[in-house]
């Protein structure tokens, strides 16, 4: 038996999170005595150090370079499609030109990065579970070696105002949250109502898109962030398998993104928790299928039995696709006024998406992070988090109709009768364990229910643990 809360009781659960990211107090303060320890292979910023000062004579020269391991084995150990687990890993390698030191090109910086991910089989940690827009990987994406971002960023008025211009992958920047990136779950970094609503996902881990995004700073608190990308990056696995699709192709349509952040508490001087506030909004020009009715108005499903007219099966088009979200992120509590030990609370909600082209037309996520939890542990991190997507009307109504015309006798066109669809949700309990500033160890554990978003397949489990090495 389920004890998940009934759906419309979690608005009250969001709603308080978003509450205390709002509201909360001003300064909430804990003594608490600190050592410094000398210096040692385990304070490193990464394993391999500075390769006898190789490294930092590069960085006075421009140049920086980055290497980045991640590994996991998550496994779904009840209920979903079936049991089974894998081990993934991807090796990020990022490089970083200060165009200003190399060559005296004032304000100009180039950013390149490519990832290597191998270990996902096409029964990933998804498909084991069933779950439709929550996948309990951050890091899942086709075997392959890819280009990931290419751009130039120019920056103006003492970097004040900033352009850059390439292959960009948006969620670097756009909908991102303090207290949120501890999470494994891939809806608390690029949200389920972008890439369940974006053709492949959109611009986004693992694969980038050819834009330009501009960047307003008019003062130490007010960010201004616009991006317009091309509409379609491609499937990762056939037509982009190694992020090499340069350029717009109109016919897939424009993706734009704008976000506006207002930045509390993080000035210099300032006495009160830090905490950041985001209003942002995006739209696709394409062309999106209706997903109950077709061009004639009948139901996609009819065979006849309802209207006595069978469906063409040409889905009615919609042109255009958007929505809107605000996140919310703050401190609410720390142990001393200098330290970044405490606990922080985020909340992101996209409150409304059109409901007759979207598979999802509310989608929410939260999450609660406490660092230095444990005494003597003031790196680790431990948190919490939940994400809610709720199915859009034109996709249960579509479900409703095949049930229907099978009662009736007749054959649906595409669905199966069952359950109609209703809501998927993640929860999510995490550690990380940082030994070492270039390593940490993170258990997990998630429970997903109705993955697939109904009740069709059985709640999931699943397990795991994860490391990240920086070299």
Not at 36 to 46: H, I, V
Not at 209 to 229: E, H, Q, S, Y
């Amino acid at each position: 038996m389920k004890t998940w809360p009934h759906p419309l009781r979690l608005r009250g659960l969001f709603a308080a999170m978003l509450g205390l990211c709002l509201a909360g107090p001003s300064v909430l303060v804990a003594d608490d005595m600190t050592t410094n320890a000398p210096q040692s292979l385990w304070e490193r910023d990464t394993l391999t150090g500075g390769w006898g000062e190789v490294r930092s004579r590069w960085s006075e020269k421009g140049f920086d370079f980055g290497l980045e391991y991640t590994g996991e084995f998550l496994a779904n150990v009840q209920g979903g499609v079936k049991r089974g687990g894998l081990y993934q890993q991807l090796l990020k390698t990022l490089l970083d030109f200060d165009l200003e030191k190399t060559s005296g090109w004032k304000g100009a910086h180039i950013h390149a990065s490519s990832l290597w991910l191998w270990g996902t089989r096409p029964d990933d940690i998804a498909g084991l579970t069933g779950s439709e827009f929550f996948d309990p990987s951050n890091i899942s994406g086709y075997d392959t070696y890819r280009l990931y971002e290419l751009w130039l960023e120019q920056s103006f008025w003492d970097e004040k105002f900033s352009v850059q211009a390439g292959q960009i992958a948006v969620d670097e920047e756009f909908i991102c949250s303090d207290y949120a990136g501890i999470f494994l779950c891939g809806t608390h970094g690029w949200p389920a109502f972008m890439s369940a609503t974006i053709p492949n996902g959109g611009p986004a881990y693992p694969v980038a898109g050819t834009g330009v995004r501009f960047l307003l700073k008019p003062n130490d608190r007010l960010d201004l962030m616009a991006a317009v990308t091309d509409g379609d990056v491609r499937d990762q696995s056939t037509k982009n398998r190694h992020g090499t699709h340069f350029g717009f192709d109109g016919g897939e349509g424009v993706f734009t993104i704008f976000e506006a952040a207002w930045h509390v508490n993080q000035r210099k001087g300032d006495q009160g928790l830090p905490g950041t506030y985001k209003l942002g909004g995006w739209y696709h020009s394409g062309h999106f299928d209706d997903l109950r009715y077709d061009t004639q108005g009948v139901s996609l499903e009819d065979d006849g039995t309802l209207s006595g007219l069978a469906s063409n099966s040409t889905p009615a088009s919609h042109n255009g696709n958007g929505g809107i979200y605000f996140d919310a992120s703050r401190m609410i509590w720390r142990k001393r006024a200098d330290a970044d030990e405490g606990l922080g609370v985020y909340c992101r909600i996209a409150p409304w998406l059109p409901r007759d082209r979207n598979p999802l037309n509310f989608c929410a996520a939260c999450g609660l992070n406490y660092k230095g939890l444990l005494r003597g542990r003031g790196e680790d991190i431990f948190g919490v988090g939940i994400g809610y997507a709720r199915v859009s009307e034109g996709r249960r109504s579509a479900q409703r109709d095949a049930n229907q015309i099978a009662a009736a006798g007749g054959t649906p066109n595409n669905l199966q009768p069952g359950p109609v669809p209703d809501y998927e949700m993640d929860l999510e309990a995490t550690y990380q364990i940082n030994l070492a500033p270039w390593w940490s160890v993170q258990p997990d554990f998630q429970y997903i229910s109705h993955p697939g978003d109904s009740s069709a397949i059985k709640d999931a489990i699943v397990v795991g643990v994860r490391t990240q090495i920086s070299f």
